[in-house]
C-alpha cells in the first residue's frame, strides 16, 4: 500500500512531469533491482528529469512530503545500491545525457550524469582524449561517480575518484550546489566533491560533472598469457608492479573464471589456466621496453600460451570478453544468479588474501570463479548460488561475509570497487571503527529527514 504523503508526492510530480513520471509495472521492476542477486523492492513510481531543474522541484516535492528517494542511472551496481527498500520515487537520470562542453586544451568535459562513458569517449574521438574509468558496464557517469566506479585502467589512470573536478548537485531539500572547479587543484576549504563521490545518492543527486581527460597513447598492445597456478600469476603481478612497469591494465582469471570464459566465447579458446589480462601504453619504443619487462619477469613464474593483440579490433574483441565476465561465470551453472562481492589489500598481501580465498571457497561447496583488477590488489568473487534454495544462498552470503574479514585482517578495505550498498553495510563499522559514527553524523547534518537513499551506508 503506497503512504497517504506519497500519494500527494506523486500527485504533485505528476503536475510536473506529465508521463515522465510513470508506475507501469515494468517499469517499476526495472528500478527494484540492480545487476547482481539482491532481494529486490519495488519503487512507488519513478520520476525521468531532464535537467537540474526538474532533479531540483522533484526534490523539494518529496523533502516536502518526506518521501524517499533513490537516485537511478542504468542499474549496473553490484551491492544493490538503487533497490529502494523503502519505497518512494525512484528518480531516473538516463534522459540527461547532454555533453556540456569538451575543453581539449584543459583535458576535461563537463556532461550531464545520464552521459554514458562510451557516450563520451566516442564523442572525443576526434579530439585524441580518452576518458579512462572503465568498470566494464557501460555504466552513466553520474551513477559511476555516486558509487566510485574504477575498473579495468585503475592501476594506471586512478578511479573516478582520481578524474572527477568538479560536481553540481542537488540536495535533499533541493538545493542546488557547486563543488569544486576546473582547476587541476585547490587548497579552499573542504573537499566537497570527494563527499560527494563515492556516497551512492545518500547525500544528494549529482546532476552535472566536470571529469579529467587524457591523451589516447601513441601506441598500445594487449595480451593474455597463461600461469600454472593463481600463485605465479599474483606473484608476476607483484613484482612487475614493484618493478615500476607502468602498465594500464593487469586483469586476472582463475582456472574456473577460463571455463566460463571458453563456454560464453566459444571463440575465445584459451588454456583453462589462471590467466593475465595486459595492456601496455605509451610510445612505440616505450610500449616494447614495457613487454620486455613484463616478460622478463612472468618467464620466472612459468608462463606460457602469451597471444598479442595489438590491431584495435582484437584488443576491443578482448576487453569485450574481459567486460562480459559476469555472465561468463554464470554460464558456468545455467539458470544460476551471481552473489558478487570484492575487497582489496595491500599488493605484497594479495597473493595470500587469494590463496585463502580460493581455500575458503572450497570449503564452501559453492562455486564461486575469482577475477579482478589485481593491479591495485582488488579482486572480484562470482558466488553462484540457485536463487531458490535458501541453503546456498546462506552458504553464499556466509562466504561473502569470511572474505569481507579477510580482507581487513590483511590491512584492507571491504570493497576496492563494488561499493556499499546493501551487500557490504555490516561490515562498516568493523572497518571504519569510531569513523563510521561520523559518517553517521555528516548523514544527519545533510538529509535530516532521510529520504536520500536511506538504509543505504549508513543509519
Not at 139 to 166: C, P
Not at 350 to 366: F, H, M, N, P, Y
Request: glycine share 8%; aromatic share 6%; hydrophobic share 45%.
Amino acid at each position: 500500500m503506497i503512504p497517504d504523503q506519497t500519494r500527494l508526492a506523486m500527485t504533485a510530480l505528476t503536475d510536473l512531469l506529465g508521463d515522465r513520471l510513470s508506475t507501469g509495472p515494468s517499469v517499476l521492476a526495472i528500478h527494484g533491482r540492480d545487476e547482481a542477486y539482491s532481494t529486490p523492492a519495488l519503487p512507488d513510481a519513478v520520476a525521468f528529469p531532464q535537467d537540474t531543474a526538474e532533479v531540483s522541484a522533484i526534490m523539494k516535492i518529496c523533502h516536502q512530503y518526506n518521501v524517499p528517494v533513490v537516485p537511478f542511472g542504468i542499474g549496473t551496481s553490484l551491492e544493490g545500491h538503487v533497490i529502494p527498500t523503502h519505497g518512494g520515487i525512484s528518480i531516473d537520470t538516463s534522459r540527461m545525457t547532454q555533453i556540456l562542453a569538451i575543453h581539449e586544451s584543459d583535458l576535461d568535459a563537463v556532461v550531464q550524469p545520464g552521459v554514458t562513458r562510451v557516450a563520451l569517449n566516442t564523442a572525443l574521438r576526434a579530439t585524441g582524449l580518452m576518458f579512462t574509468v572503465d568498470p566494464g558496464a557501460d555504466a552513466t557517469l553520474g551513477g559511476m561517480a555516486a558509487t566510485r566506479a574504477s575498473g579495468t585502467n585503475t592501476v594506471r589512470y586512478g578511479t573516478m575518484r582520481d578524474n572527477v573536478l568538479a560536481l553540481e548537485v542537488v540536495l535533499p531539500d533541493g538545493t542546488i550546489i557547486e563543488t569544486g572547479s576546473r582547476a587541476r587543484k585547490s587548497s579552499a576549504g573542504y573537499d566537497l566533491t570527494h563527499l560527494f563521490v563515492g556516497s551512492e545518492g545518500t547525500l544528494g543527486i549529482i546532476t552535472k560533472l566536470t571529469l579529467r581527460l587524457f591523451g589516447q597513447p601513441e601506441a598500445i598492445s594487449a595480451a593474455t598469457c597463461a600461469f600454472p597456478t593463481v600463485d605465479d600469476a599474483v606473484n608476476t603481478v607483484i613484482l612487475a608492479i614493484q618493478s615500476g612497469i607502468p602498465m594500464a591494465r593487469i586483469e586476472l582469471l582463475d582456472d574456473v573464471q577460463m571455463k566460463g570464459m571458453n563456454l560464453f566465447n566459444p571463440d575465445l579458446n584459451l588454456p583453462e589456466t589462471p590467466h593475465l589480462f595486459l595492456e601496455f601504453h605509451g610510445t612505440s619504443a616505450g610500449v616494447k621496453e614495457q613487454v620486455d619487462m613484463f616478460k622478463s619477469i612472468a618467464t620466472d613464474f612459468g608462463v606460457s600460451d602469451f597471444q598479442w593483440a595489438s590491431a584495435a579490433e582484437d584488443r576491443n574483441r578482448l576487453w569485450q570478453a574481459r567486460h562480459n565476465a559476469y555472465y561468463a561465470a554464470k554460464a558456468l551453472r545455467p539458470g544460476c544468479d551471481g552473489l558478487v562481492t570484492d575487497c582489496c589489500v595491500p599488493i605484497s598481501a594479495l597473493a595470500e588474501c587469494i590463496a585463502q580465498t580460493k581455500d575458503r571457497i572450497a570449503a564452501s561447496g559453492l562455486i564461486a570463479p575469482i577475477l579482478g583488477h589485481v593491479g591495485d590488489g582488488n579482486f572480484h568473487l562470482v558466488v553462484l548460488v540457485d536463487p531458490n534454495a535458501p541453503d546456498e544462498i546462506a552458504r553464499a552470503k556466509a562466504l561473502a561475509a569470511d572474505i569481507n574479514h579477510l580482507a581487513l585482517s590483511f590491512g584492507g578495505t571491504i570493497s576496492g570497487e563494488h561499493g556499499v550498498g546493501i551487500g557490504k553495510k555490516p561490515y562498516m563499522a568493523k572497518e571504519h571503527g569510531a569513523a563510521y559514527a561520523l559518517m553517521s553524523a555528516l548523514k544527519r547534518a545533510v538529509d535530516p529527514k532521510n529520504i536520500m537513499n536511506p538504509g543505504k551506508i549508513v543509519d
